[in-house]
């Protein structure tokens, strides 16, 4: 006999599934995808989140954690599990992402909330928050920075990346979805205004850069594959013409361009960071009692 626990199981996992074949659409059709999807997502970009979350496990072993803007909650759930914190609360503005994380990383050490970034509701401290690509996305800088400051404990540890531009400040940079983005060295003066910082992290991607060679490599690539051609057919009717090139080659894992997270010593020319070398910066930052 069939329970309704069974039917809502069933419920749930109808809708992961259509949210998983969403966000490869995307991938295959638009060329583009601002949320990750464990799985449903370019190696290359799944390669970018989960270093970063490698990271925070260094940090997180018995801690109380908030993740801001958790997205499907793959990370929370490395860093409930993995990460062996205390307890996790994830949260993000989605009904969506959050439903999808509750249902496929369900935890009894994690809490799925939808919330707000720059508006944050709780009414507890945590030992450690993190939010990775968050900030560049929102209007109000300061405020989020505060709130971060408001949910932290007195000596709480704040772990926060964002893309490294190459000018001090761009607004309505390139990606659509940001609103924001700042040079290597004004980010750091921003953040220090909120926090100590003790550590400085680049995660520069390692093919510096994609260079016309690279492409053209690309677009001669003879790949005719059936993903490729079934790539193509979909892009053909639904934007009205098929790309040289599919994002998804079946070679892509040997021609990817990875990056890799180093604590920074000066090894980068501040100067060339944004521009010769692109990729994020990572800060882990300290709430002191000032």
Known sequence: ??????????SEENFCLKFELNALADLFIRNESERMVSGFSLEVVEHDHLE?????????????????????GYGSYLIATKGSAQHVFACDISEQAIRYASHRFKNEKINFLVQNAEKLIFDR???????????EHLTDYDGFLQNIRRCLKINGLFIISTPIADKDIIDNPSNPYHTREWGFKYFQEMISKFFLIEKIYTQIYQNELINDEILKSFKESNDRSVKTRIVRKLRKLINGKAY?????????????????????????????????????QILVCRKNEK
């Open 1 to 10: 006999m069939i329970t309704i626990e069974d039917m809502n199981k069933l």
């Open 125 to 135: 401290e945590f030992d450690l928050v993190i939010s990775f690509e968050t900030i």
């Open 244 to 280: 040289e090139f599919p994002v998804l080659l079946t070679d892509w894992k040997a021609r990817q361009n990875y990056s890799k997270i180093e604590e920074f010593h000066n090894q980068f020319a501040v100067s060339d960071l944004g521009k010769k070398y692109t990729g994020y």
């Open 52 to 72: 970063r979350y490698k990271l925070v496990l260094e940090y997180s072993n018995n801690k109380s954690v908030l993740e801001v803007a958790c997205g499907t």
